[in-house]
Nanobody, 123 residues
Framework: VQLQASGGGLVQAGGSLRLSCAAS????????MAWFRQAPGKEREFVVL????????YYADSVKGRFTLSRDSAKNTVYLQMNSLKPEDTAVYYC?????????????????WGQGTEVTVSS
């Protein structure tokens, strides 16, 4: 599967952005989809995942209640709605896909990655 992330940009603290990740190739419904992010000088970290069916989501504590991940099977796309953004959310955001049957937050589990989209939150 090929992944194309988009939607990043510059926003003020408290603002919102919506990231998209479009998938092409094998069946979209075969993949758990996730977002990770990497801030300058830091390691890449898990943000959120959504199960193949879309019925289950799991969020990092740092974004819980502010971010919402959804998937649209008709469009082969996942959407990350980010509200109440904080300067500490500044990072390059990467979408990823995992074709394993179980859900996982570890980077190593994800075999397919998009190119990243940059999010900058100003204070």
């Amino acid at each position: 599967v090929q992944l194309q992330a988009s939607g990043g940009g510059l926003v003020q603290a408290g603002g919102s952005l919506r990231l998209s990740c479009a998938a092409s190739g094998r069946l979209f419904s075969s993949y758990t989809m996730a977002w990770f992010r990497q801030a300058p000088g830091k390691e890449r970290e898990f943000v959120v995942l959504i199960s193949r069916s879309g019925k289950s989501t799991y969020y990092a504590d740092s974004v819980k209640g502010r971010f919402t991940l959804s998937r649209d099977s008709a469009k082969n796309t996942v959407y990350l709605q980010m509200n109440s953004l904080k300067p500490e959310d500044t990072a390059v955001y990467y979408c990823a896909a995992d074709d394993s049957p179980s859900l996982a937050t570890m980077i190593e589990r994800y075999d397919y990655w998009g190119q990243g989209t940059e999010v900058t939150v100003s204070s």
